[in-house]
């Protein structure tokens, strides 16, 4: 059974007093969600605080990015054991703003995911297609290409526990959002594309989750689909009321029996 994981990510926004505010409130809107695995991303500065306040609570802890190294002279950078060490879980790796930004390459990006496994990190890998791509008929070869490279030499039994983020580039921060139908299609897709080189049981128990726009207003659409297992949330995790209700929508939804892949 593959268990909704909705999560939100923070990006470069809130400052401290404001980030303590929102991990309380969110802690107090998601009683009652057993069946929901719920997690925040705020920036690296506050991932200590957010990690303390979250102790014994539903409410996990992801950072934003991290390096592919353990440690050493790399300034400025932040290694999987140091998000460790504060109680981070969770690692977004490879988000179209680092990939086009920050010019993050697959390979680079398939470091991170190495290093955050053997670190007992769980990596949130985000692939997804620019506009241009998908105008040009590109949308599956771009998100083949992103799967597989960045899942490159990573054994079975370590994909299990990696969670895919299907993000259309376009449908971020863009209040467009992919259809439910647009959705579930590229998303089983993407398990085919993971059937390729891992067994159908590691195939069917990875968790796809969808981003790009998501809110309480769509997210029916979007998590009612099968292989749609959780989402990731921009804009609409900056307030706890909003979160919370996607996460609540989710509960509603959440899967109690298993389901094929
Ligand atoms: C994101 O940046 O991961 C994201 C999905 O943003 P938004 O929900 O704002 O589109």
């Known amino acids: ?121 769980i990596p949130i890998l985000c692939v997804g297609e620019t506009i241009g791509q998908k105008n040009d008929g590109r949308t599956f070869d771009v998100l083949n290409s992103q799967v597989i490279y960045g899942l490159e030499g990573i054994d079975d039994h370590l994909v299990r526990n990696i969670i895919i983020a299907y993000e259309p580039v376009w449908a971020i921060g863009t209040g467009v959002t992919a259809s439910g139908d647009q959705v579930e299609e590229i998303h089983r897709f993407i398990r085919n594309t993971i059937r390729e080189f891992a067994c159908d049981e590691v195939s069917a128990g990875v968790r796809i989750i969808y981003g790009g726009s998501v809110n309480s207003g769509n997210a029916v659409d979007l998590l009612a689909r099968d292989n749609v297992d959780g989402a990731l949330v921009g804009g609409a995790s900056l307030k706890a009321g909003p979160f919370c209700e996607i996460v609540k929508i989710a509960e509603s939804l959440a899967r109690t029996i298993s389901i094929p892949g």
């Open 1 to 121: 059974m593959r268990r909704f994981f909705i999560a939100g990510n923070w990006k470069m926004n809130k400052a401290k007093d404001e980030a303590c505010g929102l991990v309380e409130g969110i802690l107090a809107g998601i009683e009652g969600c057993p069946h929901v695995d719920i997690a925040v991303c705020p920036p690296f500065t506050f991932l200590d605080t957010a990690a303390q306040k979250a102790v014994n609570t539903p409410l996990m802890i992801g950072a934003q990015n991290v390096y592919y190294r353990e440690s050493g002279a790399y300034t400025g950078e932040i290694s999987p054991p140091m998000l460790k060490s504060v109680g981070c879980g969770y690692v977004i790796i490879g988000h179209s703003e680092r990939r086009i930004y920050f010019k993050e390459t697959d390979s680079e990006i398939n470091r991170k995911v190495h290093m955050c496994l053997k670190n007992g990190l």
